[in-house]
């Protein structure tokens, strides 16, 4: 059973530029999240989708957005790119079956921003 | 809302010692606590969760965090580390209504020195 993958692993942009990360969630689960991890910082939410809509947002500005699919996989998409967007981007998958489900996290796709 | 506060950022500790991780959260809300790991270049995996019951929760590599409500504290503990406990270890609170979102602390670098 494959758990969370995230691609790319690697990418490298400039500012200004925009990019698209995608995830496939662990099967079985319905509801995917998105995550920044700065270095040396805890993950911090960015927004949760279920059934293709956004459910939930943290304190992000619009530049981030998402998409998922009928199939649960999931895109985030960030625009003008700044310097400080250079980060690990987790992408995390549960089942929707109210709070306190475990919550699995893919590898992460790591961000640089020049 | 949530907020957690992991009090020690870097721990080392030499192998086969006792170690302690110290969390703190605040919440105006009941909530579900959580311990996640991340290995060098890894994602997060879930180490252990208190969501009712037994205050003490243990995890299958000899991890044990203990809930204590009055103190707001959710500490992780393992009697003896090993090299391979060599991680980086978040604490997270979710609350208990809604959508799965989870709110992480800082995090502490668990150092094991032979």
């Known amino acids: 059973d494959a758990g969370v993958t995230q691609s790319p692993t690697h990418l490298i942009k400039t500012r200004g530029q925009q990019v698209t990360l995608r995830c496939s969630p662990k099967?079985?689960?319905?509801?995917v999240s998105w995550y920044q991890q700065a270095l040396g910082q805890g993950p911090q939410f960015i927004f949760q989708?279920?059934?293709?809509?956004?459910?939930q947002r943290g304190n992000f500005p619009d530049r981030f957005s998402g998409h998922q699919f009928p199939n649960y996989s999931s895109e985030l998409n960030v625009n003008a790119l700044l310097l400080g967007d250079s980060a690990l981007y987790l992408c995390?998958?549960?089942?929707?079956?109210?709070?306190?489900?475990?919550?699995?996290f893919g590898e992460g796709s790591w961000l640089t921003v020049v | 809302a949530q907020s957690v506060t992991q009090l020690d950022s870097q721990v080392p500790v030499f192998e086969e010692a006792p170690v302690e991780l110290r969390c703190n959260y605040s919440?105006?809300?009941?909530?579900?606590l959580f311990w996640y790991v991340q290995y060098p270049n890894q994602g997060l995996q879930l180490l252990l969760k208190?969501?009712?019951?037994?205050?003490l929760v243990e995890s299958i590599n000899g991890f044990e965090a203990e809930f204590n409500k009055s103190q707001t504290s959710f500490h992780l503990r393992k009697p003896s580390v090993h090299i391979s406990d060599t991680a980086e270890y978040f604490c997270?609170?979710?609350?208990?209504?809604?959508?799965?979102?989870?709110?992480f602390g800082q995090g502490t670098r668990l150092t094991i020195n032979p």
């Open positions: 995390a998958s549960s089942p929707n079956r109210g709070a306190g489900n475990t919550i699995y």
């Open positions: 997270a609170v979710s609350d208990r209504k809604g959508a799965q979102k989870l709110v």
């Open positions: 208190y969501l009712s019951g037994s205050t």
């Open positions: 989708y279920y059934e293709e809509e956004e459910r």
């Open positions: 919440s105006s809300v009941s909530v579900y």
């Open positions: 099967s079985g689960h319905d509801t």
